[in-house]
């Protein structure tokens, strides 16, 4: 006899897992110092979310954007993003051994927050970005994939945490197992 389910109790670190690298890709993105925007002929400029570089080889012209509004909003929403994305990490961890349901909630609204502001910042560097600099063609690269990448996982586990409450007595190991498949 074969029995196929899914172990609620065990598969309940996920999520927090799941957060863990959301953290890390933002982090990522946000220390990353040849990543966000690069030219595609020349390879003459790039770009990071705080510096910009022109120039050849080892020659480059390193430049500031922070000198300029948007690069500071953007700076900012990003790292309130990930200091929120930090507390509801601990939070998850803290509903996860519990099985608070008013933390399961605080944790998605948390998220959702994350994933506004976040937003919002990979919105406005593009396009500020492309209002700055008017020649040729840019990539947006790896640093900037995994603040989306970051975001979009933020996104999954706050969906996820507004589901959890339904199962509250599959996680904590009272509910009957419910078996997806079963042969005899």
Request: charged share 15%.
């Amino acid at each position: 006899m074969f029995r196929c389910g899914i172990a609620y109790p065990r598969c309940r670190w996920i999520i927090p897992l799941l957060l863990l690298f959301a953290i890390i890709f933002d982090i990522i993105a946000i220390a990353a110092q040849s990543g966000w925007v690069e030219d595609e002929d020349a390879k003459s400029h790039y770009a990071s979310m705080w510096w910009q570089y022109r120039g050849r080889n080892d020659n480059w012209d390193p430049k500031s954007l922070m000198e300029y509004p948007w690069a500071q909003a953007v700076a900012a929403l990003m790292i309130i993003g990930l200091i929120v994305l930090i507390g509801a990490f601990i939070v998850s961890v803290l509903a996860m051994c519990t099985i608070s349901i008013p933390l399961l909630i605080l944790t998605s609204v948390l998220l959702i927050v994350v994933v506004v502001i976040q937003i919002i910042a990979l919105i406005i560097y593009p396009v500020k970005f492309n209002e700055l600099i008017f020649e040729g063609n840019y990539y947006y690269t790896w640093a900037y994939g995994f603040g989306w990448g970051a975001t979009i996982i933020c996104l999954g586990c706050a969906i996820l945490f507004c589901c959890l409450p339904r199962y509250e007595e599959e996680l904590s190991g009272k509910g009957k197992v419910k078996y997806i498949y079963t042969s005899s």
